[in-house]
């Protein structure tokens, strides 16, 4: 079974600095990786996905993430964080072999400091 | 396009009550919809997988008989939570996968959720 590790339940950083979120899984074949914002009482929002192809991933608001096979990692980056991130982050690997479930990772919680 | 609604937003009913909350793709048809449930400050955890005109398949640990979905239509899905409780309160959402008009199968599209709150 596949599975998903955000390893840093909090980060603040402040406006302006840059920002990476990590992403661990667990998955015996190619996964199908996705990063979600979700604000306070919201669904989600994707944010970029990866099935194939280029490994450097680039998504809306600024977001990129790089999927590294030799790390199992596909962490998400931002080079300037503004205040309107401040969110709840999920990474999510959706299994070929079971009928593209998705599992989630814990989430991340990121403030920003003025 | 790929827009997922829930409905209603939020609902707050007495113990013991059914709540039915609907799930709909308002512009693809989705041949699976997905039900998944969230605790404060926790991540999604699923509950359900539905298919069009078949019976869903529940995830280990949920109970079939008090959540009940019926996927009916190929843009409809609902979860009735019966004789609610308050341990049932939570964050309900549901996804929608569609694998036509250039929906990838490998992709799920969200609703915005459902707070149920039962007093």
């Known amino acids: 079974a596949q599975s998903v590790t955000q390893p840093d339940i909090h980060i603040t950083v402040s406006e302006g600095a840059s920002l990476e979120l990590r992403c661990n899984y667990s998955?015996?074949?190619?996964?199908?990786l996705f990063w979600y914002v979700q604000s306070p009482g919201q669904g989600l929002q994707l944010l970029l996905k990866?099935?194939?192809?280029?490994?450097l991933v680039q998504g809306i608001k600024g977001f990129e993430a790089e999927f590294k096979r030799s790390q199992s990692s596909f962490n998400l980056r931002k080079p300037s964080v503004h205040w309107s991130d401040a969110a709840e982050y999920f990474c999510?690997?959706?299994?070929?072999?079971?009928?593209?479930?998705?599992?989630f990772g814990g989430g991340t919680r990121l403030m920003v400091k003025p | 396009g790929a827009v997922v609604s829930q409905h209603p937003s939020w609902v707050i009913c007495k113990s013991g009550t059914s709540v039915k909350i609907e799930c709909r793709s308002l512009?693809?048809?989705?041949?699976?919809m997905f039900w998944y449930r969230q605790f404060p400050k926790q991540s999604l955890m699923l509950m359900a997988t539905?298919?069009?005109?078949?019976?869903?398949?529940?995830e280990q640990g949920v109970e079939k008989d008090k959540f009940l979905i019926n996927h009916a239509s190929l843009t409809l899905s609902t979860l009735t939570v019966t004789s609610a409780h308050p341990e049932d309160s939570s964050f309900y959402i549901c996804?929608?996968?569609?694998?036509?008009?250039?929906?990838?199968?490998?992709?799920?599209?969200f609703g915005p959720g459902t707070r149920l709150t039962v007093l």
């Open positions: 996804s929608a996968r569609g694998n036509s008009g250039g929906l990838s199968y490998n992709e799920q599209f």
């Open positions: 998955y015996g074949a190619t996964p199908y």
């Open positions: 990866y099935f194939s192809g280029d490994t």
């Open positions: 999510a690997v959706g299994a070929q072999n079971a009928g593209n479930m998705l599992t």
């Open positions: 512009d693809f048809q989705a041949t699976t």
């Open positions: 539905s298919n069009e005109g078949s019976k869903a398949t529940y």
